[in-house]
């Protein structure tokens, strides 16, 4: 007995596959351009919050009552709860960068740096400024150790650091005196290194900041050269921080 060969599925069968095949395929490649296109907006975001929300503490909208008041406030030093500069973290959080307790401003003009320092180390003072590393940390005294993030836009936060030379001056202000520090060295370091925020005999500056892969720590530090009452700063050291001098003078 003759058998009809088997003719498989039908043509409208085939094209139902193929038709479904394609809807899916064109599903995810559609997500994944609106994914693509969220990322790229999302980040371009992200940095302009943290310019912005930057400029808003800056030293030189600040007053040296503020600074004070800021100094007594009761912050965290616990450098292990800092994460990483996620944008939908800094595009969702909700605290007011005029809340974080400015306790002064850090400029080294040759790197294009001028940021405003926070008490403590909690990850909006980091997002939106430096931050200090120890409780009992004074300007102008022993080893003043300061932190901040390194960014994909090497123009935010401390990503300049990576470009520092030894020689470039380092200025401070609490609003009552501004402190010239002298680049002294560059490293990079484990994060395991915790020596180079020990205490120091003589007055020194640390700043901290990942390098660009995030693996290791990149420490620069300066000696301090010059301590200057803010009235008789020289215009060099007021614009470092863009203050006018009724500022200055205004407690």
């Known amino acids: 007995m003759n058998r009809k060969p088997n003719p498989g599925p039908?043509?409208?069968r085939m094209h139902q596959k193929r038709k479904r095949r394609f809807s899916f395929s064109?599903?995810?490649g559609v997500l994944l351009i609106i994914?693509?296109?969220g990322l790229l907006l999302v980040n371009p975001l992200k940095n302009y919050l943290i310019q912005n929300k930057t400029n808003d503490i800056q030293i030189s909208n600040m007053t040296r009552e503020q600074i004070l008041a800021n100094q007594q406030k009761d912050v965290t030093f616990d450098f292990e709860d800092i994460q990483q500069v996620d944008p939908f973290t800094v595009i969702s959080s909700s605290v007011n960068p005029k809340d974080l307790p400015v306790i002064g401003g850090i400029s080294i003009p040759e790197l294009k740096i001028n940021l405003p320092i926070n008490k403590g180390t909690s990850n909006e003072g980091m997002f939106f400024g430096a931050g200090t590393l120890s409780a009992d940390q004074k300007m102008g005294e022993s080893n003043y150790?300061?932190?901040s993030h390194h960014m994909y836009d090497q123009s935010l936060l401390f990503s300049p650091l990576k470009d520092a030379k030894k020689g470039q001056k380092i200025y401070m202000t609490d609003l009552d005196n501004i402190y010239v520090y002298e680049i002294s060295s560059i490293l990079v370091v484990d994060p395991s290194a915790v020596e180079v925020l020990n205490p120091s005999?003589?007055?020194i500056v640390t700043l901290v900041t990942c390098t660009q892969d995030f693996v290791n720590r990149i420490i620069v530090q300066g000696k301090?050269?010059?301590k200057v009452p803010i009235d008789d700063a020289s215009n060099e050291m007021m614009n470092a921080?863009?203050?006018?001098?009724k500022i200055a003078n205004n407690t």
């Open 10 to 12: 039908s043509r409208s």
């Open 26 to 28: 064109t599903l995810i």
């Open 35 to 37: 994914v693509a296109l």
């Open 145 to 147: 150790a300061l932190a």
């Open 201 to 203: 005999s003589e007055p």
């Open 224 to 226: 301090l050269k010059e």
């Open 241 to 245: 921080f863009k203050i006018e001098r």
